[in-house]
C-alpha cells in the first residue's frame, strides 16, 4: 500500500491543438490509405493496411508533441523507419516533420542546439552513402528529401524559438522597464511629500507654539495686562501662520516643481526671525541674539540659504518649547565653501507653560543638511564652568552641485 504522503502524479493532458493534428493527420492517412494512394512500391512488407500502423504510431506520438518533444521525436522516428518497409503513407511523412519541428520548438535548450546540427549530419551522411552505393543522380534526390523530412523542420523550429524567446525577453524588459519607472515615481512622490512635510512643519511649528504657550499663559494668569500682551502675540503668530499656510497652499495649487520657491526665505530674513522670536520668548525668560560672523554676506545657493533659515527657525521654536530662562543664541559662520550654523540655548527646566514636543523637528532638520550633503548634529555642548547648553550645529556646503536630487 502506498503512504498517504505519495501521491501519484497524474500526467498531463494533451494540448487541444495537439489532438487536433493528430486526429487530422490519422483520419488523412486513413484515407489515402483507402484510396490505394501509397509512396513506394515493392517493399519487403507489402499488404496495403500494413502503413496505418506506423501511421498510428506517428498519430499518438503527436498527442506528446508539446509535453514530451523528445520522447515523441524518438516515437515518431521508429515509425518512420517502420513505415519504410512498407508501401509508406504521405500523412505519416507529414506529421514526422512536425513532431521534428515540435521538439526544437518545445524542447530543452540543449536539444534545439543538438537536434538542428544532428538533422545537418544525418542528411549529409545519407547523401554521400547513396552517392557511393548507387553512383546516381538518384541519391542527390534521396538526400533532399531527407533534408526536407528532417533538418528543414529542426531548422524551422530554431527560427520560432529564437523570435519566441526575443519576444518573450522584449517583454520581460518592457515589464522590468516599467517596474522601475512605478519605482520613480513612487520615490518622487516621497521624496516630494516628505519636503512638502518638512516645509509645513517649520514654517507652522514656530507661530502655533506661540500661540500655545501665550495662550496658555494667558489662561493661568489672571492679570489683564499679561492677557493683552499674550494676546497681541496670538495675533500677530496668527496672522504669519496664515500668511505661510497659503503661501505654501498657493505653491500646491499651481503644482510648481521648483525645488525651491522664489518666495522662500532667506539669511536677510533671519533679524526679523530673531527680533519675532524674542518678542514671543520674553515672558519666557528667554533672550535672543544673532551672531553673524560671515566676511561675505552675498547671497548663497538657494536651497542652502533655505536650509539654514529652517534650521535657524525650528532650532528657536525648540528653544521656545524647552529651553530655560536664559540667552539663546544664533550664530553664522562660512569657511571656504562651507557655512556653519550654530544655535545654542540652556538646558534645564524652566517654570510655566510648555508647548509639546513629538521630535520631528529634528528628523527635519536632519533630512534638509543630508540632502545637501552636508553634517548635522544635536545634543547637549561640552561641559565647561557655564550653564549646561544645548545646542544644534549644521555645517552645508554653499556650491551650487551639493544638493542631492
Not at 240 to 248: I, N, Q, S, V
Request: with cysteine.
Amino acid at each position: 500500500m502506498f503512504s498517504p504522503a505519495i501521491r501519484l502524479r497524474r500526467p498531463a493532458r494533451p494540448h487541444p491543438g495537439d489532438v487536433l493534428i493528430a486526429v487530422v493527420g490519422l483520419l488523412g492517412g486513413a484515407v489515402l490509405a483507402l484510396l490505394g494512394l501509397h509512396m513506394q512500391t515493392g517493399r519487403l512488407f507489402d499488404p496495403p493496411w500494413l502503413p496505418l500502423i506506423p501511421l498510428a504510431v506517428v498519430s499518438g506520438a503527436e498527442l506528446l508533441r508539446r509535453s514530451a518533444p523528445q520522447t515523441a521525436l524518438v516515437v515518431g522516428t521508429f515509425a518512420l523507419v517502420a513505415d519504410q518497409f512498407t508501401p509508406g503513407n504521405l500523412a505519416t511523412v507529414l506529421m514526422y516533420t512536425d513532431l521534428m519541428y515540435a521538439a526544437v520548438l518545445y524542447g530543452t535548450p540543449a536539444a534545439a542546439r543538438r537536434i538542428p546540427v544532428t538533422t545537418f549530419l544525418i542528411t549529409v551522411g545519407v547523401t554521400i552513402g547513396f552517392l557511393a552505393w548507387l553512383r546516381d543522380a538518384e541519391a542527390v534526390l534521396i538526400g533532399i528529401v531527407t533534408g526536407l523530412v528532417s533538418f528543414a523542420p529542426a531548422l524551422t523550429g530554431v527560427s520560432v524559438r529564437n523570435h519566441r524567446d526575443a519576444a518573450e525577453t522584449a517583454r520581460l524588459r518592457a515589464d522590468q522597464t516599467a517596474l522601475l519607472a512605478e519605482m520613480d515615481r513612487v520615490q518622487a512622490v516621497t521624496a516630494e511629500r516628505a519636503r512638502m512635510a518638512r516645509e509645513l512643519h517649520d514654517m507652522v511649528a514656530n507661530h502655533l507654539s506661540a500661540i500655545a504657550i501665550h495662550s496658555t499663559a494667558a489662561l493661568s494668569i489672571d492679570d489683564p495686562a499679561t492677557s493683552r500682551d499674550a494676546l497681541g502675540v496670538i495675533r500677530e503668530n496668527s496672522v504669519d501662520g496664515l500668511a505661510e499656510m497659503r503661501r505654501l497652499i498657493g505653491l500646491l495649487r499651481t503644482g510648481a516643481r521648483d525645488a525651491v520657491p522664489s518666495s522662500s526665505p532667506t539669511l536677510a530674513s533671519l533679524d526679523a526671525l530673531v527680533e519675532q522670536h524674542r518678542t514671543n520668548a520674553a515672558s519666557s525668560g528667554l533672550t535672543c541674539a544673532l551672531d553673524d560672523a560671515r566676511t561675505d554676506s552675498g547671497r548663497l545657493p538657494a536651497p542652502v540659504e533655505l536650509a539654514a533659515y529652517r534650521i535657524v527657525q525650528e532650532s528657536l521654536t525648540n528653544a521656545l518649547k524647552h529651553a530655560a530662562p536664559g540667552p539663546v543664541t544664533v550664530r553664522l559662520g562660512q569657511t571656504g565653501e562651507l557655512l556653519t550654523v550654530e544655535v545654542a540655548s540652556v538646558l534645564g527646566d524652566r517654570p510655566g507653560p510648555r508647548a509639546p514636543g513629538s521630535g520631528a523637528g529634528l528628523i527635519g532638520m536632519r533630512e534638509r543638511v543630508a540632502l545637501l550633503g552636508g553634517e548635522f548634529e544635536a545634543g547637549p555642548a561640552p561641559p565647561d564652568d557655564g550653564p549646561k547648553t544645548w545646542r544644534v550645529r549644521a555645517r552645508l556646503p554653499v556650491t551650487e552641485g551639493s544638493v542631492r536630487e
